[in-house]
């Protein structure tokens, strides 16, 4: 009658297990049993700063005690929590000791045979209680000792806030255990199987992997990789040498990473890509094209993977998360309430007769009795094949002068107001009106980029700088005149250095004779930045449809120009802001840098990075940019990208992981915020072109004029009303970049507007006569000698070094 009374009692508490047999060596092939999944959106009971009312010290007390404990201790906590999320969800099920009602529990299972921790688990739940007594829960516990033992593992690079509101579970069962958790030798499929029924992405599987940076495992757990073919296939054979040599004995244990073994970072996965880990699971994550990339991402990005590692934990500590009626607060975290109070009662009764199961029938024997250790003790040393434990290190980008020295931090940007697409653009705009306007532009564009690659680097800037200030108005495109003696294209960013004018006056003289008055400047701006494009990518790779319909701008200001055009020292934090302030987003930015894999740049824009002690480029490159650059007379200029100087691809993006880039705001790509999109762009064929064809177009959208405030220039030089007075028709050419002063010189008489053909003075600059500046000399012979066409020079210098203010260099005329 006694049995049957404490039988009733053990019924009543639940957890009443009646095992028919034992596990053997179950590792030796894949379970069949599926694991259970909890699809878990974000639990809306947890929270961060949960305690701060009810237990204003907890979250302190747990990191604390974390603190004090050894590097593999703190490992073991980071397993813990993984293998209590996993199995039951995140409830503290895997803390619960063995009963006479439940006599395995969840760590009792094969995979947590090998699991360390539950004595600080015991110690933070012991001394919470006595500030707070059934407040605080022992699986937010484990989760806050899960995050506190990452961030010291990582030397505190692994830094977040964990939510909290979790209850604990009532449930614990062996049997639970291998269906759900992951083993060592799981395929990638078989992983993100289980990960994805726990609601976690490949993304979370990959992070969350890297915790096998820490802790050690079994040899048993991956014996079967070190005979000569399994070494020959995934695992380096240096490395099954040594495995070999320290795993005589399969109980044996070995670190998970012999480079760095207490330090949670991110050289797993280095060792993933030169197979030197231990367990087919983690030489899988380089089987699938998908975790491939993520693997070499992370290895390549500490801070990205630091951060991913992050979420990937608070992700996780949603899994099956207890509340109301399903859960409580223990008392202990090793044994239900209800068990608690009766420990001692069953314990008496356990002495007075055996408690068996009555779920047994026929000739069936019951389980032979079995000691357990007391609630304070660890669980036994596995014999059986042990289970992996649950990593991460982060590292860090300079400025140098045509623009301001980067000590004047750019203003903030103009904002142009976010662009959605404007109504008034359309793809086909001219197809009525003007139906051969895009080839007449395309045409213009093939030969002028065939003869001069770098004319095509120079439309593509022109389309950017343009958009960027004002808006795509072709209002970069306006020359001085007596009333804006300084218009965008004489701004600091864009003079002496932008490209391409000539090109935009020609395909608009051929659209005029076309269609006169139908096409706008900020249009063709626009097509030739696309054609440009086009042409300069591998075989037409970047090749899209541009909408039309824009119109020309009245206002261009050089005082624009700085505040609006990104810097080529500007930091991350910059470039997203002038970035977001035209409507574009980090995706563009980073997209958008791509066109860095062509042009040249002066070396005032990144000097400043050649003589400073920063890591942040690549010393070969250093050395071979001080030489180019530093005590060279002029403002020389480099290709941006060495390696293929000519061609529109993603290069660039190759060059910034390798650190072969010219700008501080190139190197600032590398961050954990857009690193792995630059890997991305390196690593799937495709994806930059088709990203970078999108961007083009959203770009082109900033700003748009219509009728009330725009119009279709005839010249687009020159703004409507001006061309209807005795205004000359001009044409800007590139000035030259290694004039000491950019001079106002008059070549007939005082002329402080228009411009000269250079037939009406190419007498002077043949002859011997001396009554012409050396300087001018040489750079008007560069300008008009030996050059096609009947070419034009501006009559008027400006001295930019000295506020632009008009210098009249006194030349005798012949």
């Given at each position: 009658?006694?049995?049957?009374?404490?039988?009733?009692?053990?019924?009543?508490?639940?957890?009443?297990?009646?095992?028919?047999?034992?596990?053997?060596?179950?590792?030796g092939g894949e379970s069949s049993t599926p694991p259970t999944s909890y699809p878990q959106p974000s639990y809306t009971g947890l929270r961060v700063g949960y305690y701060d009312r009810k237990c204003p010290g907890a979250e302190d007390i747990v990191r604390k005690i974390v603190s004090y404990k050894d590097a593999g201790v703190k490992a073991g906590l980071v397993r813990l929590f993984f293998h209590d999320c996993f199995v039951q969800g995140c409830d503290a099920s895997v803390l619960l000791d063995p009963t006479l009602?439940?006599?395995?529990?969840?760590?009792?299972?094969?995979?947590?045979?090998?699991?360390?921790?539950?004595?600080?688990?015991?110690?933070?739940?012991?001394?919470?209680?006595?500030?707070?007594?059934?407040?605080?829960?022992?699986?937010?516990?484990?989760a806050f000792a899960g995050r506190d033992a990452s961030y010291f593992l990582s030397s505190r690079a692994i830094d977040f806030a964990m939510p909290a509101g979790r209850l604990d579970g009532r449930v614990s069962l062996k049997n639970e255990t291998l269906p759900n958790l992951p083993p060592p030798f799981a395929g990638v499929d078989r992983l993100k199987q289980m990960f994805a029924a726990k609601g976690l992405d490949t993304v979370d599987m990959v992070a969350l992997s890297g915790a096998h940076s820490i802790g050690?495992?079994?040899?048993?757990?991956?014996?079967?990789?070190?005979?000569?073919?399994?070494?020959?296939?995934?695992?380096?054979?240096?490395?099954?040498?040594?495995?070999?040599?320290?795993?005589?004995?399969?109980?044996?244990?070995?670190?998970?990473?012999?480079?760095?073994?207490?330090?949670?970072?991110?050289?797993?996965?280095?060792?993933?890509?030169?197979?030197?880990?231990?367990?087919?699971?983690?030489?899988?994550?380089?089987?699938?094209?998908?975790?491939?990339?993520?693997?070499?991402?992370?290895?390549?990005?500490?801070?990205?993977?630091?951060?991913?590692?992050?979420?990937?934990?608070?992700?996780?500590?949603?899994?099956?998360?207890?509340?109301?009626?399903?859960?409580?607060?223990?008392?202990?975290?090793?044994?239900?309430?209800?068990?608690?109070?009766?420990?001692?009662?069953?314990?008496?009764?356990?002495?007075?007769?055996?408690?068996?199961?009555?779920?047994?029938?026929?000739?069936?024997?019951?389980?032979?009795?079995?000691?357990?250790?007391?609630?304070?003790?660890?669980?036994?040393?596995?014999?059986p094949r042990a289970y992996p434990p649950p990593s991460s290190t982060p590292p860090s980008p300079s400025p140098p002068t045509t623009y301001p020295p980067p000590s004047a931090t750019p203003p903030s940007p103009v904002p142009s107001g976010p662009s959605p697409p404007v109504p008034g653009l359309q793809v086909g705009y001219y197809s009525q009106s003007c139906p051969k306007a895009e080839q007449i532009v395309k045409d213009i564009v093939k030969n002028a980029v065939y003869a001069n690659p770098g004319i095509g680097?120079?439309?593509?800037?022109?389309?950017?700088?343009?958009?960027?200030?004002?808006?795509?108005?072709?209002?970069?495109?306006?020359?001085?005149?007596?009333?804006?003696?300084?218009?965008?294209?004489?701004?600091?960013?864009?003079?002496?250095?932008?490209?391409?004018?000539?090109?935009?006056?020609?395909?608009?003289?051929?659209?005029?004779?076309?269609?006169?008055?139908?096409?706008?400047?900020?249009?063709?701006?626009?097509?030739?930045?696309?054609?440009?494009?086009?042409?300069?990518?591998?075989?037409?790779?970047?090749?899209?449809?541009?909408?039309?319909?824009?119109?020309?701008?009245?206002?261009?200001?050089?005082?624009?120009?700085?505040?609006?055009?990104?810097?080529?020292?500007?930091?991350?934090?910059?470039?997203?802001?002038?970035?977001?302030?035209?409507?574009?987003?980090?995706?563009?930015?980073?997209?958008?840098?791509?066109?860095?894999?062509?042009?040249?740049?002066?070396?005032?824009?990144?000097?400043?990075?050649?003589?400073?002690?920063?890591?942040?480029?690549?010393?070969?490159?250093?050395?071979?940019?001080?030489?180019?650059?530093?005590?060279?007379?002029?403002?020389?200029?480099?290709?941006?990208?060495?390696?293929?100087?000519?061609?529109?691809?993603?290069?660039?993006?190759?060059?910034?992981?390798?650190?072969?880039?010219?700008?501080?705001?190139?190197?600032?790509?590398?961050?954990?915020?857009?690193?792995?999109?630059?890997?991305?762009?390196?690593?799937?064929?495709?994806?930059?072109?088709?990203?970078?064809?999108?961007?083009?177009?959203?770009?082109?959208?900033?700003?748009?004029?219509?009728?009330?405030?725009?119009?279709?220039?005839?010249?687009?030089?020159?703004?409507?009303?001006?061309?209807?007075?005795?205004?000359?028709?001009?044409?800007?050419?590139?000035?030259?970049?290694?004039?000491?002063?950019?001079?106002?010189?008059?070549?007939?008489?005082?002329?402080?507007?228009?411009?000269?053909?250079?037939?009406?003075?190419?007498?002077?600059?043949?002859?011997?006569?001396?009554?012409?500046?050396?300087?001018?000399?040489?750079?008007?012979?560069?300008?008009?000698?030996?050059?096609?066409?009947?070419?034009?020079?501006?009559?008027?210098?400006?001295?930019?070094?000295?506020?632009?203010?008009?210098?009249?260099?006194?030349?005798?005329?012949?």
């Open positions: 009658m006694a049995k049957v009374a404490v039988f009733i009692l053990l019924a009543l508490l639940g957890s009443v297990t009646c095992q028919t047999g034992g596990y053997g060596d179950v590792y009602a439940n006599p395995e529990p969840e760590k009792t299972g094969i995979p947590n045979l090998s699991l360390r921790g539950y004595d600080a688990i015991d110690e933070a739940k012991a001394a919470i209680e006595k500030i707070c007594p059934g407040v605080v829960s022992c699986a937010d516990i484990v050690r495992s079994q040899c048993s757990s991956f014996s079967d990789r070190m005979s000569p073919t399994g070494a020959a296939d995934d695992m380096d054979a240096n490395l099954a040498a040594d495995l070999g040599s320290k795993c005589a004995t399969p109980s044996n244990t070995v670190a998970q990473d012999a480079v760095t073994p207490d330090k949670l970072d991110n050289q797993y996965y280095k060792n993933v890509m030169s197979r030197r880990v231990l367990f087919k699971s983690d030489a899988a994550l380089m089987s699938a094209p998908d975790t491939m990339a993520l693997v070499r991402a992370s290895a390549y990005f500490p801070e990205w993977w630091n951060a991913k590692f992050a979420e990937g934990m608070v992700k996780m500590g949603n899994v099956g998360v207890k509340s109301g009626a399903d859960g409580e607060i223990r008392k202990q975290c090793r044994l239900v309430n209800s068990m608690a109070k009766l420990a001692v009662l069953l314990t008496m009764l356990a002495l007075v007769g055996s408690v068996t199961c009555q779920g047994y029938t026929g000739n069936a024997t019951p389980p032979s009795p079995r000691t357990y250790p007391p609630p304070s003790s660890s669980p036994p040393s596995p014999s680097a120079g439309l593509v800037r022109l389309f950017f700088h343009d958009c960027f200030v004002q808006g795509c108005d072709a209002s970069v495109l306006l020359d001085p005149t007596p009333t804006n003696q300084q218009p965008e294209k004489l701004g600091i960013p864009n003079f002496p250095s932008l490209r391409g004018f000539e090109v935009i006056d020609a395909a608009k003289a051929e659209l005029e004779k076309a269609c006169p008055g139908i096409v706008s400047c900020a249009d063709v701006v626009a097509f030739a930045g696309r054609d440009a494009a086009y042409y300069l990518s591998d075989n037409g790779a970047i090749d899209f449809a541009m909408p039309a319909g824009r119109r020309d701008g009245r206002v261009s200001l050089a005082s624009e120009t700085l505040p609006n055009l990104p810097s080529p020292f500007a930091s991350l934090d910059q470039l997203k802001s002038s970035f977001a302030a035209k409507g574009l987003d980090v995706g563009d930015m980073v997209t958008l840098s791509g066109a860095h894999s062509i042009g040249i740049a002066h070396c005032s824009s990144f000097s400043g990075r050649l003589t400073s002690n920063s890591s942040d480029m690549d010393a070969t490159l250093k050395a071979n940019l001080t030489q180019q650059c530093i005590g060279k007379s002029g403002d020389p200029t480099v290709d941006q990208d060495f390696k293929t100087p000519n061609k529109l691809d993603n290069q660039y993006y190759r060059n910034v992981l390798s650190r072969d880039v010219l700008f501080t705001s190139d190197a600032a790509l590398r961050s954990s915020e857009t690193g792995f999109d630059v890997f991305l762009n390196v690593v799937v064929p495709g994806r930059w072109e088709k990203r970078f064809a999108a961007a083009m177009v959203k770009m082109g959208n900033i700003g748009i004029k219509d009728s009330s405030n725009g119009e279709i220039r005839r010249n687009c030089r020159v703004v409507n009303h001006i061309m209807g007075s005795s205004m000359p028709n001009k044409e800007a050419i590139p000035l030259e970049t290694n004039m000491q002063k950019r001079q106002l010189v008059t070549l007939s008489g005082a002329h402080s507007i228009g411009v000269a053909r250079c037939t009406s003075f190419s007498s002077r600059l043949t002859s011997n006569s001396s009554n012409m500046d050396t300087t001018l000399k040489s750079n008007l012979t560069h300008e008009c000698i030996d050059k096609s066409g009947n070419l034009t020079v501006y009559q008027d210098f400006y001295d930019i070094e000295q506020a632009r203010q008009p210098v009249l260099l006194e030349c005798a005329q012949p």
